[in-house]
């Protein structure tokens, strides 16, 4: 009599198992393409509703900042209009940068602007290029005397791995640190706030470039330049559900 013990452990051996890793990755990949597709529609919306909210803004009246301003709240102004009136401390003035516009090479001219019922605050003044950077920093548009200006609040940039370090000391600045700017420009002792202002430029395109052209800095626009780039990631994730 021949035994069957050992052929029935060798053929229990050779069983593939009913699920595999392999089975498992299939299985979670459109799992997992789903949550990510919901996830970015979920982002799209947020940030659809935010860029709403801050065109709306844009659109309302300039408004006269306080004499103090309340530091904590600026991220509920960001991008609103307000209107300065005062002189400019050249002294401290920063350029922020490189920067590049239209393909050319250049700074951000920020200069602390003194208020004359209040505060110390920065205002970007905008683009200049690199060749007539330290020029304009000097010059500042021959402006003599107290100004106004149209601008719009900003909150504090953020540095990210690739923006190298800032060195007050050397004249380097690469990203607009406010805290940071604010003391260079004589800190809480001289009255200086640590409040971003982006000067508006409202001139056409040929002005613009006239100006450049000149070395006089030239401001933003006045829009909302949040991007907005989830459509074509849903789109992306769409695309591919499709083909699997």
Known sequence: MVSTEGSSQTY???KEPLITPFMVLVGIIPIFTFALGTWQVQRLKWKVAL???LEEKLEREPLPLPPRINVEALPDFQFRKVILKGHWDNAHAILLGPRVRDGTIG???VVPFVR??????????GFVIREAAQTARQIQDQQQGEVEV??????????NKFTPENHP????????????MAAHAGGEEAGVQPVYIEGIFEGHAGEANQRISHGLPVGRSP???????????IVT??????ES
Do not use: F
Not at 116 to 125: K, P
Not at 150 to 159: I, N, W
Not at 223 to 233: E, I, K, L, Q, T
């Open 150 to 159: 149209l601008g719009m609040l900003r909150t504090a940039q953020v540095r």
């Open 237 to 242: 994730w769409s695309v591919d559900d499709d």
């Open 107 to 109: 700074y951000h001219l």
């Open 223 to 233: 829009a909302v330049d949040v991007r907005n780039s989830h459509v074509s990631y």
């Open 116 to 125: 004359a019922d209040g505060s110390t605050v920065l205002v970007d003044r």
């Open 169 to 180: 000391e050397k004249g380097e600045w690469y990203w607009a640190d406010v805290d940071a």
């Open 12 to 14: 229990r051996a050779k």
């Open 51 to 53: 860029i709403d909210d």
